[in-house]
């Protein structure tokens, strides 16, 4: 079955340090991979997609490649701040019968300290 | 734009009862999802409206329904609650039939007592 693996444990880093966080997958053929940004107690904000023809992405300090020989995507994020603190989700999705459901990894949860 | 809303933001029921949860999506986006949020699962895709039919659905039980209107807004209904039950329900909207990215409401946060 079809599994998206993100690091459970938080990764904790300084301000001004750049965070990469991690997505791995396997039994997966994605046309597309996206990266959303959840607050506690709030939906999930939509952040990036990188499609499967695409190594990398950039908008302003983020930064998402993905590589689909080894089945991962790895997000950047340069020049952290306190408010980039959040978890972060991966999710997958390829075209299925004209519809796109994509499929979510549980989250990564970043702590950037002063 | 208004972004996606969700009502109601909290609710408590008891096991047994019944519940409706109300979506409406950003203005012109005719898809809608739905999902189960808790934490032990992570986000699980419950289904998907597309012009007032249901797409897609995921692996839950017949308990949980949905439907969409003509105005894209959507209704989810859960009978029978269960302790289980309990978690995060978020709606997310997109526009077209390839719902490449998708807006999240900020959900409904119910507890089953």
Known sequence: SQKIEQNSEALNIQEGKTATLTCNYTNYSPAYLQWYRQDPGRGPVFLLLIRENEKEKRKERLKVTFDTTLKQSLFHIT???PADSATYLCALGGASGGSYIPTFGRGTSLIVHP | KAGVTQTPRYLIKTRGQQVTLSCSPISGHRSVSWYQQTPGQGLQFLFEYFSETQ???????????????SNSRSEMNVSTLELGDSALYLCASSFGQTSYEQYFGPGTRLTVT
């Open chain 1, 79 to 81: 020049a952290s701040q």
């Open chain 2, 55 to 69: 797409r897609n659905k995921g692996n839950f039980p017949g308990r949980f329904s949905g439907r969409q209107f």
